[in-house]
């Protein structure tokens, strides 16, 4: 049974996601965009690009992995953000002069921790009674038991019901709301990822902020009729809460947000969410939408995690 979390306690006021989130991105793609290249041009023998959202060299060099949202971080959010500028910037460095600047001993200490961390991952991952499950069921992963595991204690699908399943790649909530809603209900996936094809849903690739990829969504949904909004979505996760918090949070919202525009009244949201700075902010914002709003985590969700689950039900239209 999913676990149920009281939201009722609303203190901390909101943060500026979309803000944050964007500088991120901005400040780090120019030069880990150069990295990529760089290494690209050495034959691909480095057997690790950086990704936009894994400044890791950077990151870890200017030891900004203690850096937790647990501290106090009003007066200084500008100087955080300029630390991991200034980390996008050191990766962006020629590789060779940047080893021979005196990085080699970080580089290598970073791989080597990195590895033995995915090693675990591996490991835990394979043993996971839910991905055994999942291989032994046919689903695409064990995401799959997580919705499954909602629904049947809040009966949230009815035969027929048209939903959006946001950040849908691999595709195992789409693949469960297939089975569960027969051939009558309507499913559309979108993700900025490919999907596999999943017979009887609907896809769209590409980032719904951009105004072609969401008016194509529009276009596939009828106005107003959608009965869910549903969202799995999160930012690869770099370990650093400051950095991945205020992304988790703005697709939260960006979730929050596009539901209001497509929902029925009386339809509702599951919106993946994490602990942290704006998470009350988000379910005040939630409450003033839906008459119903609870907080939940399945079991497959890994009790390490700070993921839990958004249910939003008897949307209001305002």
């Known amino acids: 049974m999913p676990r149920e979390h009281d939201a009722g306690q609303i203190g901390a006021g909101p943060v500026q996601h979309r803000t944050m989130a964007d500088a991120l991105h901005e400040g780090a793609a120019g030069s880990c965009g150069q990295l990529r290249e760089q290494l690209k041009a050495l034959g691909r023998r480095a057997r690790r690009c950086f990704d936009l959202d894994e400044l890791v060299i950077g990151e870890r060099a200017l030891d900004l992995a203690g850096d937790r949202l647990g501290q106090p971080c009003g007066a200084d959010a500008h100087h955080r953000f300029e630390r991991v500028r200034q980390g996008a910037q050191m990766a962006a460095l020629p590789l060779g002069e940047w080893l021979s600047s005196g990085h080699g001993e970080i580089l290598q200490a970073v791989m080597a921790k990195r590895s033995r961390s995915s090693d675990r991952w591996l490991k835990e991952h394979f043993a996971d009674p839910f991905v055994k499950r999942a291989q ?27 939903c959006i399943d946001l950040g849908a790649a691999p595709g195992a909530w789409s693949q469960y709301l297939r089975r569960r809603l027969g051939r009558g209900g309507k499913i559309l996936a979108t993700d900025i990822l490919p999907l596999e094809p999943l017979e009887g849903v609907q896809f769209v690739q590409g980032d719904f902020r951009e105004a072609a990829v969401f008016e194509e969504i529009l276009r596939l949904l009828p106005h107003r009729q959608v009965d869910w909004v549903l969202s799995d979505m999160a930012p690869a996760m770099s370990g650093i809460d400051s950095v991945d918090q205020p992304r988790a949070m703005d697709l939260a919202e960006l979730a929050l947000d596009l539901a209001a525009r497509i929902l029925k009244p009386g339809g509702g949201a599951l919106i993946k969410v994490f602990q942290g700075a704006g998470f009350e902010a988000l379910i005040r914002t939630a409450r003033g939408q839906y008459g119903k709003v609870r907080l ?13 689950y958004m249910l939003a039900k008897d949307y209001r239209l305002v």
């Open 296 to 308: 939940l985590k399945p079991a497959a969700s890994r009790a390490r995690s700070s993921e839990m």
């Open 136 to 162: 032994a069921q046919g689903w695409r992963s064990r995401a799959a038991f997580k919705l499954e595991e909602i629904d049947l204690r809040e009966k949230m699908f009815r035969s027929g019901a048209i």
